[in-house]
């Protein structure tokens, strides 16, 4: 296996972790952290098969993904998003470039926004009682999937 199939491996390796976290969010409103640090730790080796230097390269990853973190560990702080899902947008920030990223937390923000339109709407047609618990892993793991297929896979089409 070359190094550019390798890449592909990983790549489907992430979008197969990136589903299973969107599920199981819709499921248990939880995102294991078994399955955020298997999606960290496939970081390395995709900075591996891409030929990254150590530096800056690859400290450059880990510094954005580091604050990446600590944006959204307030978000979490204030009640507004879910520990697994500030520690899942850390992990996927350790795969992407930054411009990447700002694309996913855009995409991110505009499915974040609609589904939370659908869930109070659901609310309100069920009439149900309660604070509305959005899943945004859900937008999470859909704005992950449309930075691979938009930036790294569109591309060879």
Do not use: C
């Not at 078994?34 to 690859?58: E, V, Y």
């Not at 959204?72 to 930054?98: R, S």
């Not at 618990?133 to 896979?153: C, D, M, N, Q, T």
């Amino acid at each position: 296996m070359n190094g550019e199939q390798l890449i592909y491996l990983l790549w489907g390796g992430l979008a197969i972790a990136l589903i299973v976290a969107a599920i199981t969010d819709i499921k248990s409103r939880h995102i294991s952290n078994k399955l955020n640090l298997a999606i960290a730790l496939g970081a390395p080796l995709f900075w591996i098969a891409s030929d990254m230097t150590f530096w800056p390269d690859m400290m450059w990853q880990i510094a954005v993904a580091a604050v990446v973190f600590t944006i959204f560990a307030g978000f979490f702080a204030l009640g507004a998003m879910g520990g697994g899902d500030v520690k899942l947008l850390a992990a996927i920030a350790l795969w992407l470039h930054w411009l990447s990223l700002i694309q996913l937390l855009v995409v991110m923000s505009v499915a974040g926004g609609a589904l939370t339109l659908l869930m109070i709407a659901a609310k309100k047609i069920q009439k149900t009682k309660g604070p509305v618990k959005v899943p945004y892993g859900v937008a999470i793991s859909f704005a992950g999937l449309w930075v691979i297929h938009e930036r790294y896979i569109n591309h060879f089409t």
